[in-house]
């Protein structure tokens, strides 16, 4: 009689963790996710507030492997993605200039976290819960989460998780895998949001329907000086031109980093008027009728930002343990779904 497949635990269910899951179910290997978040998709994230939906983590993505081009492809057929941004402009000290480049970006539709649902769909997940420690029993790995309750038994266990994370669960059972991550440096980043009841002013010489607009950094002062890299104007975004006037604002890492135990609301006060600072001269933004942030810990790996992937069979152990994420291959949304594809075949193949 022939074995049933083993197992395989995915602790993590961002993109990485997701794109794991789904090459090994495409094998016929079962797989169970757990993840502390109470849905999906790790950094891209989409909150939903009373009269808006706002991303709080990647704002867009682009395409560049052969392999996330053909994913790509069926999240376009299946109406999940869409191209954006098109009025996409970048302000400096010389003032706001349409900024061209010959990089297609996408976003979900009708907001970014469709694209990780898309990738969760006939996966099992469990979600509000965090693993907070591994035990071997035999062959086989059972997971104990923060109530105490253990989950398995499971063959093998796929840590998709920011890398200081990752190493804790993996220092009393694997030192090689726990000696690995900490040579992955992942940057903590505040993400915050603004919503208005009037729309935004027109601004001079700009599109009145802009999108997107890049901060130029100031050569003159320290990055950790500058709070703002990054704004977009969510009510600009495919699937949500119902919605009220509002902005996600993205602050510089060196920033993140000086200021990573503030607290919220000051953190997005504080991107609100690094915004208003860069507004051309007489424009007056209104008052923001919600204003908030959210602090990502672990937002975007450093060390390996080049995009040179980590080779898989230094982030496999024999004894079932394994690891993915962006951290293992560069800060793009591509790069955690390569990360979490390519384990996913390697796993496959180790079982065939």
């Not at 999906?40 to 994230?45: A, E, K, M, T």
């Not at 994420?325 to 591509?334: A, H, I, S, Y």
């Amino acid at each position: 009689m022939p074995h049933a497949p083993a197992t395989t635990a995915i602790i993590g269910a961002g993109i990485a963790g997701l794109a794991c899951g789904q090459a090994l179910q495409a094998h016929g290997l079962p797989v169970r996710l757990f993840d502390k978040a109470r849905g999906p998709g790790g950094r891209l994230s989409t909150r939903r507030l009373e009269h808006a939906a706002v991303d709080l983590g990647a704002q867009f993505f682009s395409v560049r492997d052969p392999a996330f081009r053909r994913q790509v492809a069926t999240w376009r057929e299946a109406g999940v993605v869409a191209p954006w941004p098109d009025s996409l402009w970048e302000a400096s000290e010389s003032g706001w200039h349409r900024y061209r480049d010959k990089v297609e970006r996408l976003i979900g539709a009708p907001r970014m976290s469709a694209v990780s649902r898309r990738l969760a769909e006939g996966l099992t997940l469990a979600t509000g819960i965090r693993i907070e420690r591994l035990e071997p029993r035999g062959d086989d790995w059972w997971l104990i989460d923060q109530h105490g309750e253990r989950h398995g038994p499971f063959a093998r266990v796929v840590l998709a998780l920011p890398s200081p994370q990752a190493q804790a669960l993996l220092e009393p059972h694997e030192p090689s895998l726990a000696t690995a991550c900490e040579a992955v440096i992942q940057r903590p980043c505040w993400a915050a949001w603004a919503c208005f009841e009037a729309p935004l002013p027109d601004l001079p010489e700009v599109d009145d329907d802009w999108q997107a607009v890049r901060l130029a950094p100031d050569p003159t002062r320290s990055p950790a000086e500058q709070p703002l890299r990054f704004v977009s104007r969510n009510d600009h975004k495919p699937g949500r031109h119902g919605q009220g006037e509002s902005l996600s604002l993205l602050a510089r890492l060196e920033w993140s980093e000086a200021h990573l135990e503030r607290n919220a609301e000051s953190v997005a006060r504080r991107l609100l008027e690094a915004f208003r600072a860069q507004l051309p001269a007489g424009v007056t933004l209104p008052e923001p009728t919600s204003l908030g942030a959210h602090r990502w810990r672990y937002a975007q790996p450093d060390v390996f930002a080049s995009g040179e992937a980590v080779n898989l069979d230094h982030r496999r152990s024999p004894n079932g343990l394994s690891l993915c994420g962006d951290g293992w291959r560069g800060p793009r949304v591509e790069d955690a779904w390569l990360s979490g594809h390519h384990l996913g075949e390697a796993l496959a193949a180790d079982a065939s």
